[in-house]
């Protein structure tokens, strides 16, 4: 489950009149066959939507600033598939930026605002491939999967052990009507630590449990992952493009 609530750069800006709506992107998945063990990938550089500069005259005028990371440039559905997920940042309200696979709440798999956006389908393929790594760190012939069975020292179908992805730390920096996203982590939680932040919160929810051979084994290699893997760079990418839409919509408001 995912929630959101919450060597020399190469920059490209790029300067786009935009209107708020529905983006239109025809998404797709290239996922992994549901049978096929998810290995740990080498670190990854994606292209990153990294600042947003607007005009206070014309605040819908807006120059963006991406880094190509290890490419010369930026191809221009890459641009574009991250401005969108920017434009569904500004859309949609904060309390629907998440979806949910879990087999058990079928009927609770996202919002109905982000059903209707690319980024919440592109989100939803993330969460898949959160459960495929997962399954695959605990198949008991890898090294991972000796390590997390010798530590449980028992099965139950009482144990919950749900993973949860949600934002880290992120540093931004300001200049005038100009905002920058300096670095920015993602972190997976188990239930028990994802509850407890709720109740912390104020929330009222029943109280879950998660075994060590989750939290020592398998949250080290999904959290390596996220913030530099291959599997979730499309994550990083609407990770980035969300902070800065958040940025502009509080700045917008001044």
């Not at 060597?7 to 300067?15: A, D």
């Not at 309390?95 to 079928?106: G, K, Q």
Request: charged share 25%.
């Amino acid at each position: 489950m995912m929630n959101f609530k919450s060597g020399c750069l190469r920059f490209i800006s790029v300067t786009l009149i935009c209107c708020i709506a529905v983006p239109g992107r025809a998404a797709g998945f290239d996922l992994p066959a549901t049978d096929r063990l998810l290995a740990m990938s080498d670190a990854w550089s994606t292209p990153l939507m990294k600042g947003v500069r607007f005009n206070p005259a014309d605040p819908l005028n807006l120059e963006f600033v991406f880094d190509a990371a290890h490419q010369r440039t930026i191809s221009k559905e890459e641009v574009k598939k991250l401005v969108e997920y920017f434009l569904a940042g500004l859309t949609v309200p904060e309390e629907d930026l998440w979806v949910n696979l879990s087999p058990y709440e079928s009927d609770r798999i996202t919002t109905d605002a982000m059903a209707v956006t690319d980024m919440g389908v592109d989100m939803l393929g993330q969460d898949y491939i959160l459960k495929q790594l997962s399954s695959s760190l605990t198949y008991p012939e890898t090294e991972a999967g000796r390590e997390y069975w010798n530590l449980k020292s028992e099965i139950s179908d009482q144990e919950f052990n749900k993973i949860w992805i949600v934002p880290d730390r992120a540093q931004m920096y300001e200049e005038g009507t100009a905002g920058y996203v300096v670095s920015a982590t993602l972190k997976a939680m188990t239930e028990r630590d994802y509850v407890a932040q709720r109740i912390e919160n104020g929330e009222s929810i029943t109280d879950q449990t998660a075994s060590d051979a989750v939290t020592s084994v398998l949250l080290p290699r999904i959290n390596a992952e996220l913030n530099s893997g291959k599997n979730f760079a499309t994550l990083r990418q609407i990770h980035h493009s969300l902070l800065l839409a958040m940025w502009f919509k509080a700045k917008f408001r001044e």
